[in-house]
């Protein structure tokens, strides 16, 4: 049995539908992450199960047991909130003691318990000190300690990496891939930032506009979107319109208009004639000034659009003969050296059949 | 940034329009002579007057007295019509609870005496330190709802979500989070209600006279107007300046309505 059910679940705000008919489930130990746009619902659906929210229909269970009627204080769920909501007025250590003493913890066990989890994030020494002296870091591990402390069932964490710089954002997710391998708690977390979601997660469901887009190990996500919506959302990525013109067979060919005809995967219930999406990666594309011809994979011409230097790599923007706009990168290998190509290079491009893959529709 | 000599000057001026006047009457509260006019020489003689004064000691402890009960009674009651007001977030709600402030202090008055009247209640102690709690309330209401709305709405959030029922997150967030905002609440009232004269004129009766109506009595008639009155001018003086500064003290925050 999943630890945690969500069955049917829909949220609506006057007119407006925030959940709509969510069904998913979360496997004990897991790291869960919801991932999506502002106002896709994830927020929304993490309040559901802390319980601030009620859905207007469906059910959430969590170890088998229906949640509805159960306030927030009597859920085993505790939050880590993107505000962090410490409490100002009491130290690092009265902060991790309240959910201790809310569960009715014995007075004299709680100081030990406080010291162990400070300990687990590495605060030993901030015992003493209130909120407004610490750094964002270090409120962050306060508010993971707080929430983790009486061992909860489940731990949500709402953007909790969102108010940090850059660098300590990586460091911060290192330390919550370890943190819950260590403690074994399962997390439901919530993001908006797509790399964040693919470098901690087990498995994601990207939502849009109150629905599942797709729900599937972060690899999966990225290599196979199901749809338009998750392969936009997800990392950069080729959105090129093509028609099926054969199917049969191990690969299936595509024609992309003005430009030629390729070899893609297979899609179940392909027919000639339809049209869809052919979804390639940045990464996945050859560039060079003339590229070896091989069995597998399909050429094209093009000449640079655009550059852009990213440092560690380059973004080239490709013209194809027909105007279609293509973007691929290469790695900055060669030392000091900026880009390969120059605006209005002759290149060519190519890429294996099964680099990309087909969206009907 | 440097302040050009102009604005000093003007400031000057404004500092001393606002001060002079309270310095000469604690100045003159050492007087030794019965008239404003010049320093003659110090004594306390007007401390010890006053002091024998029973009109005058009867008029402080009235004052005294309703300006407790009012603080206590209108913090009490604002605290929850803020509190209210931040909550529910009702349109009328507000509007009745801060009319009050904006009505003319006149018109209060003769509306309170008008309605005591109608009652039949006899005017008095009573009445004065009904009216008081009627228009501090709001004020207190105000401080309080400011200092609910500067709150991180999920502090509350968090304390339910780790395990607090409603009332135990009342007592041990919210509460804490804004005393700070209570206590200027009340200190508010407080001075509110010592220094009132308009309400108090008319909702007083026989024998009910507050400080302010007995100083503004004599006052009036130049006979008994000596320097006993700027001595009790300037107790009250020092009364309203230790509670700000004990404010100061325990609650820094709390003289900063609203904000941290």
Redesign the interface.
């Known amino acids: 049995m999943a630890l945690l059910e969500i069955r049917d679940v829909v949220k609506t705000f006057g007119d407006f539908t925030a959940v709509n008919h969510v069904s998913l489930s979360v496997e004990a130990g897991e790291f869960f992450t919801l991932l999506g746009p502002s106002g896709c619902g994830k927020t929304t659906l993490l309040r559901m199960l802390?319980?601030?929210e009620q859905p207007n229909s469906g059910q959430i269970l969590l170890d088998g047991k229906d949640m509805s009627q159960v306030?927030?204080?009597k859920r085993p769920?505790?939050?880590v909130?993107?505000?962090y909501?410490l409490?100002?007025?009491m130290t690092v250590a009265q902060n991790i003691a309240?959910?201790l003493q809310?569960?009715g913890v014995a007075k004299a066990d709680i100081p030990a318990r406080v010291a162990e989890v400070l300990e687990d994030v590495r605060l030993q020494q901030f015992a003493k000190r209130f909120p407004h002296e610490l750094s964002g870091g270090q409120r962050q591990r306060v508010a993971i300690a707080?929430?983790l402390v009486?061992r909860p069932r489940l731990l949500l964490l709402d953007e909790p990496l969102s108010a940090l710089d850059a660098k300590l954002r990586e460091e911060m997710q290192l330390e919550l891939i370890n943190l819950q391998k260590e403690v074994g708690i399962t997390f439901v977390y919530v993001t908006h930032d797509q790399g964040e979601a693919l470098a901690l997660s087990h498995r994601i469901a990207v939502m849009n506009k109150g629905e599942v887009a797709q729900l599937d190990a972060p690899e999966t996500i990225y290599s196979y979107p199901k749809n338009r919506f998750v392969a936009d959302f997800i990392g950069q990525c080729n959105l090129l319109d093509a028609k099926v013109v054969e199917v049969g067979g191990e690969r299936m060919k595509v024609e992309i208009p003005g430009v030629g005809v390729c070899e893609t995967l297979p899609v179940d219930g392909a027919q000639v004639g339809q049209s869809g999406t052919l979804t390639l990666r940045p990464e996945k594309i050859r560039l060079a000034a003339s590229v070896a011809h091989d069995a597998d994979e399909v050429h094209f011409t093009g000449k640079v659009h655009d550059c852009l230097y990213l440092g560690d790599v380059t973004i080239y923007i490709v013209e194809l003969d027909n105007g279609t706009l293509v973007e691929t990168m290469l790695p900055n290998s060669a030392p000091g050296r900026a880009r390969f190509f120059d605006d209005n290079d002759a290149v060519e491009l190519a890429w294996r059949y099964d680099a990309g893959h087909f969206l009907l529709g | 940034m440097k302040v050009s000599r102009w604005v000093w000057g003007a400031a000057s001026l404004v500092y001393a329009f606002l001060y002079l006047p309270l310095a000469i009457v604690v100045v003159f509260s050492f007087n030794d002579s019965a008239l404003n006019a010049e320093w003659v020489g110090f004594t306390l003689d007007w401390y010890k007057q006053l002091f024998h004064d029973d009109v005058m000691i009867e008029a402080a402890s009235h004052t005294l007295a309703i300006g407790f009960v009012t603080c206590v009674v209108s913090t009490v009651l604002g605290t929850l019509a803020g509190y209210a007001m931040y909550k529910y977030r009702l349109r009328l709600l507000p509007v009745l609870v801060l009319t009050p402030i904006a009505i003319p202090e006149i018109l209060t008055g003769v509306s309170l005496l008008i309605f005591f009247v109608m009652l039949n209640m006899t005017l008095g102690l009573v009445s004065i330190t009904l009216s008081h709690i009627a228009f501090c309330i709001g004020f207190v209401a105000i401080v309080v709802r400011s200092r609910l709305q500067g709150m991180d709405e999920s502090l509350v959030e968090a304390a339910r979500d780790l395990g607090a029922s409603p009332i135990t997150a009342f007592r041990r967030i919210t509460l804490p989070l804004i005393m700070p905002g209570i206590i200027a609440g009340a200190l508010m009232a407080f001075t509110l209600s010592i220094d009132d004269f308009v309400i108090s004129f008319f909702t007083a009766g026989v024998g009910s006279n507050t400080l302010p109506l007995e100083i503004y009595s004599r006052v009036k008639v130049p006979v008994k107007l000596n320097p006993e009155v700027n001595a009790i001018s300037s107790l009250l003086m020092l009364l309203t300046l230790s509670l700000i500064l004990i404010v100061s003290k325990v609650a820094p925050s709390a003289l900063r309505a609203g904000g941290d």
Do not use: C, D, I, K
């Open positions: 802390a319980g601030f306030p927030p204080e769920v505790h939050t909130f993107q505000s909501a409490f100002p007025h309240f959910p809310m569960a707080r929430a009486n």
